[in-house]
C-alpha cells in the first residue's frame, strides 16, 4: 500500500474542569485551518491547546518539529479534559482506543456514530476514534471529524486522522479495518487478492509495531477471510486468534431468510453458523440452527428449499441488494461489525454462538489448519472467544465444507508471497467473489 507519513500536530494536555471547555467559534475555525493544512514531511503546524481559566484560545505557531508518533487531533477533540471531574463521569470504564480504516467511506460513515454513541460498546464507555484515511480522501477524513464533532456525543472524548497506520494505529485496542481497493472491471480475482494483499499486509505490520499487545482486529475489506490471514501473519506479536473476517452480515442475512420462511419474527432464529469464506461457497448452516429452541429442519419441513433456495438467497443477497438499489449494502454491513463487536465484549447467551472467521490452527473440526474460516464461536464478553464443540455434521454440510476450505486453500496459495509462504500460485478454482465485491 502506497502510504504517506504524517508528521502531525501536536496538543500539550492540561488538566482542566468541565467550565473551561469554550472559546470563540471563529477562533476555532481559524485553527481547524491551520491543523488540516496538507502535511508535509518537514514541515508542520504544532497546535498548543491550552485553556485556563480565562478561556485563552488555541494558539497557532508555525515552527519546525521533528517527527511525531500521533495523527492529527481535531478542533474540540484536541482540549484536555478529565474524566474525574464530574459525577456522571467517575463511573465510566477506561477510554479505549478504536481505529478505523477506510474512515471516510459509506460502511464507516453509518458505523461511526454508532461507535461514538455507545450503541456498540456500551453506555459507560468513553472512547477515542483514530480514523485512517489516504492523501485522496483527506478533505473528506475531515468532513467525517467535523460531523462526529457536531454530533456532541458525550461518549467520545477523542477524534484523531491521519494517513499512516503507524501513526493511526498508535495504542489502539480494536481496529476496525473497512477500507480496501474495490474491484474494478476485467479486475481478475488474483489481482484483487494481490492488491489488498499489500494493504493489509502493511496494516498487519503497522499493528504489529504499535498496537496494544492485545489488540482485536476485525477485516471487513474483501475478501475479508484471506486478508485477515495476511493481516495476522504480518503481525506476529500479536495473537493470531484476535483477528476476524466479518461473515456477521452473512449470518444476519441467513437468520433473516429462516425467519421469513417460519413466520417468525428474526430473533427467535439462533445458533446460526456461517462456515468456511465470505463468497458464494460460503455454507449457512440450517442443521444446527434454531426456531423457537427447536431444530429448524423440525419446523421448516421443506428440506428442498433448505438445501437449494435458502443457501442461494443468503449467498446472492448483497447481488440482488445491488440491483434493486444501485450500489453495496453499506448500513447492514456497519450494523453487522458492529454485532461482531457486541458478541465479543457481551456474554454469549447460553446454549447460543454466533460466527466469525477466524484463524483455524486448533479446531475441533477437521478443518485444515493456517487459513481463516468462518466458525461457530462464544465469548464470556471479554472480547476473547472459543470454538463451539457441541455442532453435528452430515453428508450434505460435510461436502460443502470441503469446497469452501479448498478455496481458502487456493487463495492462501495466491497470496504466498504476502504471509512468508514463498512464490504464489494461483489455482483459484472459479471465480465466487460476492456480486457486491464486482
Not at 149 to 168: A, M, T
Amino acid at each position: 500500500m502506497a502510504v504517506a507519513e504524517l508528521t502531525a500536530p501536536t496538543c500539550a494536555k492540561q488538566g482542566l474542569g468541565s467550565s473551561q471547555l469554550s472559546y470563540l467559534s471563529a477562533r476555532t475555525s481559524s485553527f481547524r485551518r491551520l491543523s488540516f493544512r496538507p502535511p508535509r514531511r518537514t514541515h508542520s503546524s504544532r497546535i498548543s491547546c491550552s485553556v485556563n481559566q480565562t478561556a485563552q484560545a488555541p494558539v497557532a505557531v508555525e515552527t519546525e518539529v521533528p517527527k511525531s508518533n500521533k495523527p492529527e487531533c481535531f478542533g474540540v477533540f484536541c482540549l484536555t479534559y478529565d474524566l474525574k471531574a464530574e459525577e456522571e463521569t467517575k463511573s465510566w470504564k477506561k477510554l479505549i482506543n478504536v481505529a478505523v480504516s477506510g474512515a471516510a467511506g459509506m460502511i464507516s460513515n453509518h458505523l461511526l456514530f454508532k461507535l461514538a454513541s455507545g450503541q456498540v460498546f456500551g453506555h459507560d464507555q468513553p472512547i477515542a476514534l483514530k480514523l485512517l484515511g489516504s492523501e485522496r480522501s483527506f478533505q473528506a477524513l475531515e468532513g467525517v471529524a467535523m460531523e462526529l464533532e457536531d454530533s456532541l456525543f458525550p461518549l467520545l472524548r477523542e477524534v484523531q486522522i491521519g494517513i499512516d497506520p503507524y501513526e493511526v494505529f498508535q495504542d489502539v485496542e480494536w481496529a476496525l479495518l473497512i477500507g480496501a481497493k474495490p474491484r474494478g472491471p476485467g479486475m481478475e480475482r488474483a489481482g484483487l487478492l494481490d492488491i489488498n494483499g499489500q494493504i493489509f499486509a502493511e496494516q498487519g505490520k503497522a499493528l504489529n509495531a504499535v498496537a496494544s499487545r492485545n489488540v482485536k482486529v476485525i477485516v471487513v475489506g474483501n475478501p475479508c477471510n484471506t486478508n485477515a490471514l495476511i493481516c495476522l501473519k504480518n503481525a506476529p506479536d500479536i495473537p493470531a486468534k484476535n483477528f476476524h473476517g466479518l461473515t456477521r452480515l452473512d449470518e444476519n442475512r441467513a437468520k433473516c431468510q429462516l425467519a421469513l420462511k417460519a413466520g417468525v419474527f428474526y430473533d427467535k432464529v439462533s445458533n446460526m453458523t456461517i462456515w468456511g469464506n465470505h463468497s458464494t461457497t460460503q455454507v449457512p448452516d440450517f442443521l444446527n440452527a434454531r426456531i423457537n429452541g427447536l431444530p429448524v429442519k423440525e419446523v421448516i419441513t421443506d428440506h428442498k428449499w433448505l438445501e437449494e433456495e435458502f443457501t442461494e438467497k443468503v449467498q446472492k443477497r448483497g447481488g440482488v441488494l445491488i440491483k434493486k438499489w444501485g450500489r453495496s449494502s453499506a448500513a447492514s454491513t456497519a450494523v453487522s461489525i458492529a454485532d461482531a463487536i457486541k458478541s465479543l465484549v457481551t456474554p454469549t447467551p447460553e446454549g447460543d454462538w454466533f460466527s466469525s472467521g477466524v484463524y483455524t490452527d486448533g479446531n475441533p473440526y477437521g478443518i485444515a489448519e493456517g487459513i481463516v474460516f468462518s466458525m461457530p464461536c462464544r465469548s464470556k464478553g471479554d472480547g476473547d472467544y472459543e470454538l463451539v464443540k457441541d455442532v453435528i455434521f452430515d453428508d450434505y454440510l460435510l461436502k460443502r465444507l470441503t469446497k469452501t476450505e479448498a478455496e481458502l486453500l487456493a487463495e492462501r496459495r495466491c497470496v504466498a508471497h504476502l504471509i512468508g509462504g514463498g512464490v504464489a500460485y494461483c489455482d483459484l478454482p472459479e471465480d465466487t467473489m460476492l456480486p457486491g465485491e464486482m
